[in-house]
């Protein structure tokens, strides 16, 4: 899927990416979802990823391999691909390589703010937001704008100093995240769920260690897993799960719990929503942009969990239904940004 020839004619969307997989992630699914519903408007996505070069993994998350590319084998890349539009999706190695070629050669390109870094780097690391920020208002101030997920996240970016800001929303399978799939887990009720990275920027402690009626179960893999399964030994870990397993699981949950202080959205919520599943979170960005009258807010977690049972399955359903993936699809492509006619058709680009 990272280098399929795109179709004769078609419109070309070169899409670079640190995030690929075996990654599980609301990065990686979005972009999976944008290939497949351009592809039905006749445009082609191809992805630039780490499988194309020598990877090393990130320290204390070897699940993320880092890209080792420097701007020559970008820029043939590039070359290769001759893309009608570019957007470089995340600020790693290979997402500033590709910026520094399009800099260097007058190309315009699109960049989106996916995920907090200062907070998940200052969370492992003794290195103050500020600095963070800073470095990441040079990468996307750049480009002819970033696209944030939801309102709330583009007026707080707009606050630190990011310019050309662009809203691309997100969507949910309703098909496969649906109530009909219910069952029994087994497992004494209500049921406390959350999905997603087993990683301290989840803030996972901050749910496993509420008192709580029923069962609280966590679906997910990484590098947190072992120390959590031993600091919560009355919590049902379950691993990783994909497709008609994990959306079986969604629906047969009473409250999904999401304790992140940190996400930019929060994929998750819109399967949890679109299972008939009501959510309790943290009143932060991405919970008060997505959640509406289908979530249960507090600074009192325990508080919203227990307020989320009085919510119906057809509230959060019904909210799910407000998103789309071909809306988001259409919404990402009109903030892209054209490549001049001829670019890579008349010259070929070479460094100097």
């Not at 989106?112 to 200062?118: I, Q, V």
């Not at 209500?190 to 260690?209: D, H, S, T």
Request: net charge neutral.
């Amino acid at each position: 899927m990272t280098m399929e020839a795109p179709a004769e004619g078609a419109p070309v969307v070169l899409v670079v990416t640190d995030a690929w997989r075996p990654q599980l992630n609301g990065v990686v699914q979005t972009l999976e979802e944008l290939s497949r519903l351009l592809a039905d408007d006749g445009i082609s996505v191809v992805f630039l990823t780490p499988e194309k070069f020598t990877t090393v993994p990130l320290p204390s998350y070897p699940e993320i391999r880092l890209a080792i590319a420097s701007k020559r084998q970008v820029l043939a890349e590039f070359e290769a691909i001759a893309p009608d539009y570019i957007h470089i999706a995340t600020e790693g190695p290979l997402g500033m390589a590709a910026r520094r070629v399009c800099i260097d050669r007058g190309l315009p390109f699109t960049t989106a703010y996916h995920t907090r870094f200062p907070e998940f780097i200052s969370a492992r690391l003794p290195i103050p937001e500020s600095w963070s920020y800073a470095w990441l208002r040079r990468f996307h101030n750049s480009g002819d704008g970033m696209m944030v997920a939801t309102k709330t996240l583009a007026a707080e970016m707009a606050a630190r100093g990011f310019v050309r800001i662009k809203r691309w929303s997100r969507g949910v399978d309703t098909t496969l995240f649906n109530p009909a799939k219910r069952r029994d887990l087994g497992l004494p009720r209500p049921i406390f769920l959350n999905v997603g990275r087993v990683a301290v920027e989840k803030n996972l402690p901050a749910f496993l260690g509420l008192d709580l009626p029923g069962s609280k179960v966590i679906v997910g893999d990484g590098p947190d897993l072992a120390s959590l399964k031993q600091r919560y030994p009355d919590a049902h870990f379950l691993g990783r799960k994909t497709g008609e397993e994990l959306a079986a699981v969604f629906a047969s949950a009473d409250v999904f719990v999401f304790p992140s202080r940190t996400d930019t959205f929060g994929n998750v919520m819109l399967e949890a929503l679109s299972s008939g599943v009501p959510v309790a979170a943290f009143p932060v960005t991405a919970p008060r942009d997505v959640l509406g009258e289908a979530g249960a807010l507090s600074e009192d977690l325990h508080e919203a969990a227990l307020a989320a049972l009085e919510i119906s399955s057809e509230t959060a359903r019904a909210r799910a239904m407000t998103y789309s993936w071909r809306a988001s699809a259409r919404e990402f492509l009109s903030n892209l940004t054209r490549v001049p006619r001829g670019t890579f058709a008349q010259r070929r680009l070479s460094l100097r």
